[in-house]
């Protein structure tokens, strides 16, 4: 019976308190995407995406964002009944917004699509 039971998962965080059968969803866990795209004018945009899934609000993820990288964000609803929200950042920033989800927000790194897309430090010259 259990291998052929659908997969199913349920989030928890700390300080909050579990209602029988809330909050259990089927599939997968949903991973956190980052992209980064080109927009009018060679100008690059960071895409994140699904942060609600792990208890984060984007609007507070946004600004501080915003705050600390000096570059100009927003927030947008995806497509779809209840998907959730995308937020935009200005510029590629996939480097600080990794550092942010791993280091801040402790998720972990298999939950996390586009970290590969990340710009590389350029070589130093002697």
Do not use: H, W
Not at 28 to 50: A, D, F, M, W
Not at 65 to 76: G, W, Y
Request: with cysteine.
């Amino acid at each position: 019976c259990y291998t052929k039971m659908g997969s199913g998962y349920q989030l928890t965080f700390p300080g909050q308190t579990i209602a029988k059968n809330s909050g259990i969803k089927k599939g997968k866990v949903p991973s956190i995407t980052i992209n980064v795209e080109k927009r009018t004018g060679n100008k690059k945009v960071t895409l994140v995406q699904n942060l609600e899934v792990f208890g984060i609000d984007p609007k507070s993820f946004a600004r501080t964002v915003q705050v600390n990288v000096a570059a100009s964000t927003s927030i947008s609803p995806l497509p779809g009944n209840g998907a959730g929200f995308q937020v935009l950042i200005q510029g590629n920033q996939i480097n600080y917004v990794a550092q942010l989800l791993l280091d801040e927000f402790k998720i972990l790194k298999k939950y996390i699509v586009g970290l590969e897309k990340a710009p590389k430090p350029p070589k130093k010259k002697n």
